[in-house]
């Protein structure tokens, strides 16, 4: 009915809620969950949403990834509830969530259940009982998502995925200077789209760098705070594999990895792009950048009351780094 207006609509409708949801939704967890200050967790929301990742995923037209991208903040507290718990109610609950997002998009999907898996081995529950939970998740995951296993293992040889996808879809560049664009967001494969770092490499390591250190003294403060530990390990460990996944063949260190995944490990090849992973290295990167400012902010506030709202201005840092979206 929307498309009867204009028949683009529906799809740019698509794209603006999506970052509008994905941001309210981090911005929520941040402030209800985490407990951060309001512009703290706007800064971070606001990175979850705008940033080289989303832009280029969007401007070529993956808008279901970005969509199950932008649901990943809202299984947060559930999942944030796994690890700290580990009770069969919170990883239930987190199983839906993972097929939920699944349903949106299946790389989404395998993301939320990397992020799920992580929350239960970092939770207090026995090895044993890490182990059963771990199983049981894999194993739902599984089973609902035999809508499209099941077809897919019936596909003819010609239709499946093979070397070819392995090689054509690699992150760029293709060689150890993979690693830096990865942990700046970037690594696209596609060549024709102007990036962000391409567009003005001094002013996005200008915007985005202060964004990185403010990760980084969030992960320095989230893991070694006890009641924030273990979710915050699960998150970080996350990040570290995503990055490493991400990187697929182009990276020397990566590469028997990635060819052991995509050939051996079965429903692998669904990420014959493997620079997708990046989706979970901007969650932490956001999640952890908003702790960050959090820290900044009480200590501007020691200084003088009420200068705690000066990290406000950080809202710039990611409009800036990613003005081309």
């Given amino acids: 009915a929307i498309g009867e207006i204009h028949p683009q609509l529906p799809n740019k409708l698509v794209i603006a809620l999506t970052v509008a949801l994905g941001g309210i939704g981090l911005f929520r967890f941040l402030r209800a969950r985490v407990g951060l200050g309001f512009w703290p967790a706007l800064v971070a929301g606001t990175f979850f949403s705008i940033n080289p990742f989303v832009y280029e995923r969007m401007i070529s037209g993956q808008i279901l990834l970005t969509a199950a991208y932008a649901a990943l903040p809202w299984a947060l507290a559930c999942f944030t509830r796994v690890a700290t718990t580990a009770s069969i109610g919170d990883v239930?609950?987190?199983?839906?969530?993972?097929?939920?997002?699944?349903?949106?998009?299946?790389?989404?999907?395998?993301?939320?259940?990397?992020?799920?898996?992580?929350?239960?081995?970092?939770?207090?529950?026995?090895?044993?009982?890490?182990?059963?939970?771990?199983?049981?998740?894999a194993g739902a995951f599984v089973v609902l998502n035999l809508y499209w296993i099941a077809p897919s293992?019936?596909?003819?040889?010609?239709?499946?995925?093979?070397?070819?996808?392995?090689?054509?879809?690699?992150?760029?560049?293709?060689?150890?200077a993979i690693l830096p664009y990865v942990f700046m967001l970037h690594g696209f494969w596609r060549l024709e789209f102007t990036t962000p770092l391409q567009d003005g490499k001094v002013l996005y390591l200008l915007t985005f760098l202060p964004l990185a250190g403010a990760a980084f003294a969030g992960v320095l403060h989230a893991t070694a705070a006890p009641r924030w530990r273990r979710p915050a390990n699960a998150l970080l460990v996350t990040c570290v594999?995503?990055?490493?996944?991400?990187?697929?063949?182009?990276?020397?260190?990566?590469?028997?990895?990635?060819?052991?995944?995509?050939?051996?490990?079965?429903?692998?090849g669904i990420f014959r792009e493997p620079q997708k992973w990046?989706?979970?290295?901007?969650?932490?990167?956001?999640?952890?950048?908003?702790?960050?400012?959090?820290?900044?902010?009480?200590?501007?506030?020691?200084?003088?009351?009420?200068?705690?709202?000066?990290?406000?201005?950080?809202?710039?840092?990611?409009?800036?780094?990613?003005?081309?979206?």
């Avoid at 395998?110 to 890490?130: D, I, R």
């Avoid at 990566?254 to 995944?261: E, I, Y």
């Avoid at 020691?302 to 200068?307: S, V, Y």
């Fill in 153 to 176: 293992l019936l596909a003819e040889e010609g239709g499946r995925l093979g070397s070819g996808d392995y090689l054509a879809y690699a992150p760029r560049p293709r060689s150890a």
């Fill in 241 to 268: 594999v995503a990055a490493f996944l991400g990187m697929g063949r182009s990276f020397p260190l990566t590469v028997p990895v990635a060819r052991f995944m995509f050939e051996r490990v079965p429903g692998y």
């Fill in 92 to 137: 239930s609950r987190g199983v839906a969530w993972v097929a939920l997002i699944g349903f949106i998009d299946i790389h989404g999907g395998a993301m939320a259940l990397l992020l799920l898996v992580a929350a239960m081995l970092f939770s207090p529950a026995s090895p044993s009982m890490k182990l059963a939970l771990v199983a049981g998740a």
């Fill in 278 to 325: 990046v989706a979970m290295l901007a969650l932490g990167y956001a999640v952890f950048a908003g702790v960050g400012l959090q820290l900044l902010a009480g200590r501007l506030d020691k200084l003088r009351a009420g200068a705690r709202n000066v990290v406000g201005i950080a809202i710039v840092l990611p409009l800036v780094a990613t003005h081309l979206m």
